[in-house]
């Protein structure tokens, strides 16, 4: 089967951390941009970190969690993370896993004009709640 499953999601108080992993599996995962993406129900689809391709380790975030969240990628275990610490209630929601072998460097993986694009791969998902 070829997908990218999210795992690490859960429920933190505001200050806390949490730390998504995903894992690709059924393709050349090195291949592969990886990026983080939230979207609530009913809401746009919004980049979070994006990391590029093989060897690339150039990165994107969004301007609200810079300085907070670290994205980082293990080719040799297929797997992708995203490290989220002070996490504030306005982080909460879904939190989705992607992959895509044509939009290999990490800001043009988590540009905001590809809010409709379809990657290669799109988990299903794992919800991150910060709340008191």
């Known amino acids: 089967q070829l997908h990218v499953v999210e795992s690490g999601g859960g429920s933190v108080q505001p200050g806390g951390s949490l730390r998504l992993s995903c894992v690709g599996s059924?393709?050349?995962?090195?291949?592969?941009?990886m990026g983080w993406f939230r979207q609530a129900p009913g809401k746009e689809r919004e980049a979070i970190a994006c990391?590029?391709?093989?060897?690339?380790?150039?990165?994107y975030y969004a301007d609200s969690v810079k300085g907070r969240f670290t994205i980082s990628r293990d080719n040799s275990k297929n797997m992708a993370y995203l490290q989220m610490n002070n996490l504030q209630p306005e982080d909460g929601g879904p939190y989705y896993c992607?992959?895509?072998?044509?939009?290999?460097?990490?800001?043009?993986?988590?540009?905001?004009?590809?809010?409709?694009?379809?990657?290669?791969?799109w988990g299903q998902g794992t919800q991150v709640t910060v709340s008191s």
């Open positions: 992607a992959a895509d072998a044509t939009l290999t460097f990490a800001q043009a993986m988590c540009n905001p004009s590809n809010i409709y694009y379809a990657y290669d791969f």
């Open positions: 059924g393709f050349t995962f090195r291949r592969y941009a």
């Open positions: 990391i590029g391709s093989g060897d690339d380790d150039r990165t």
